[in-house]
């Protein structure tokens, strides 16, 4: 007998949780999105799953590992499929906490087969960015195998696979109330005249999750902490070397096309300052523009101090996302007080990085009631002591 499962979200989360789901050959899937595949916050990810740096802790190494060579694998496949944007990454270290952090990851990669030096040099660190600042950094960490993904890309890749698998796929379908008797899901009515009934419910609705959680009575923890993203233009136009993904404790920059995109790392930002955080409704956000001017300028002088060689480049455009994080910053993924209801969110600035993994375990949850060290670290019941 299938297990009927309903995904609320197309987004990386859901996409990949339904291709996991999909490898089961008792799995019922329905992924209902009320745009477009891989829209949304999706399509605002920088997408960068770096080999080393301290967007996540090296405790979850093989978390940060099975999503990168995921991507590999896809783009192997087909080529292309996950916007794979082979840069290299740059992490610089500015403390001796920092330091460590990028040493320890070094070893790692490498261990996993994959380049990482340490840099003290700075001459050969301004050969890999010439107009990066050396001035008050201990050294960088570096290696040319990894870049960033298109998040996007690899949600429509992962919705084209498990339809291939059997799932079905509902976009322009809006989630209206979960269905709730007992303290257990029944199912789901949409936008759609019809109801679905469903053994499992998911939800993968990332920055709207509070709101899905509410259908299902349920009050979801997250935060929405500004994702403020701009795009500039070097001076002269373009760059003559390959800019890398350049990673800092406060910030992160790659390049996107000539231009060169810059956004304030979610690690640094204080969930208690109304201008870095709070409760808001994502269906209000603008698809562009939408930025606080207090970010360009605090991200400016960031450029100024650190990158001041492409401090007078021009900004081309910018964009405000939400990232959907609890106050400790990991993801909430599994089972919840309402029997059937499973949280697959609160990724914040990491679900490219750490959906493969966590869908993957989360699939072996749903479908044969098996739970991972992964899950018991994110679960819900964290969040309650």
């Known amino acids: 007998m299938k297990k009927k499962i309903g995904i609320i979200g197309g ?29 949304a916050s999706t399509a605002k990810s920088a997408g960068t799953v770096c080999l080393f740096d301290d967007s996540l802790k090296n405790r979850y190494w093989d978390v940060r590992l099975y999503g990168f060579e995921t991507y590999l694998k896809m ?3 087909e080529k292309g499929s ?17 330091e460590e952090t990028i040493k320890t990851g070094i070893a ?26 050396t001035d008050n950094i201990l050294g960088a960490g570096y290696t040319n195998d990894d870049g960033y993904f298109d998040g996007t890309m690899i949600s429509n890749y992962f919705a084209k696979e498990f339809v291939a698998n059997g799932g079905t796929l509902k ?12 303290g257990k899901v029944k199912g789901i009515k949409t936008s ?3 109801n ?71 690690l640094s930002m204080d969930l208690s300052n109304p201008m870095h955080a709070g409760q808001w409704d994502p269906d209000k956000l603008p698809a562009t523009g939408g930025t606080d001017e207090y970010f360009i ?22 964009w405000l996302s939400y990232r959907a994080e609890p106050k400790d910053f990991w993801p909430i993924l599994g089972e919840t007080p309402v029997a059937g209801y499973i949280l697959a969110t609160g990724y914040g600035g990491n679900g490219v990085i750490e959906a493969p993994a966590a869908s993957r375990d989360l699939a072996k949850l749903i479908m044969i009631g098996e739970s991972t060290p992964l899950l018991e670290n994110w679960a819900y019941s964290r969040l309650l002591a």
């Not at 990386?12 to 291709?19: D, M, P, Q, W």
């Not at 999909?22 to 999105?33: G, P, Q």
């Not at 916007?83 to 610089?92: A, K, W």
């Not at 400016?300 to 480049?313: A, C, T």
Request: hydrophobic residues 40%.
């Open 108 to 133: 790692l990669a490498k261990a996993a087969g994959y380049s990482g030096e340490y840099i003290t040099d700075k001459e050969r660190i301004k050969e890999i960015l010439p107009d990066i600042s």
């Open 11 to 39: 987004g990386i989360s859901g996409t990949c949780l339904a291709y996991n789901l999909s490898l089961y050959d008792n799995a019922d899937v329905t992924v209902f999105e009320k745009d477009t595949v891989g829209g």
């Open 192 to 194: 759609e005249p019809e």
């Open 297 to 318: 300028d605090f991200l400016l002088d960031q450029l100024e101090m650190k990158v001041p060689g492409i401090v007078d480049s021009g900004l081309v455009s910018s």
């Open 75 to 77: 783009e192997a496949n």
């Open 196 to 266: 679905y009934a469903f053994d499992v419910v998911v939800d993968a609705s990332g920055p709207w999750s509070r709101f899905t959680g509410k259908m299902a009575g349920l009050d979801v923890p997250l935060w929405h902490t500004k994702a403020e993203a701009f795009f500039l233009s070097p001076p002269g136009k373009k760059l003559s070397y390959t800019f890398p993904v350049l990673k800092y404790p406060e910030f992160y920059a790659l390049r996107s096309g000539d231009n060169i995109f810059i956004c304030k790392s979610h």
């Open 82 to 98: 996950a916007g794979f944007d082979n840069t290299g990454t740059l992490v610089v270290a500015t403390n001796k906490q920092v």
């Open 171 to 182: 976009t322009g379908v809006k989630v209206e109330e979960v269905i709730v008797e007992n």
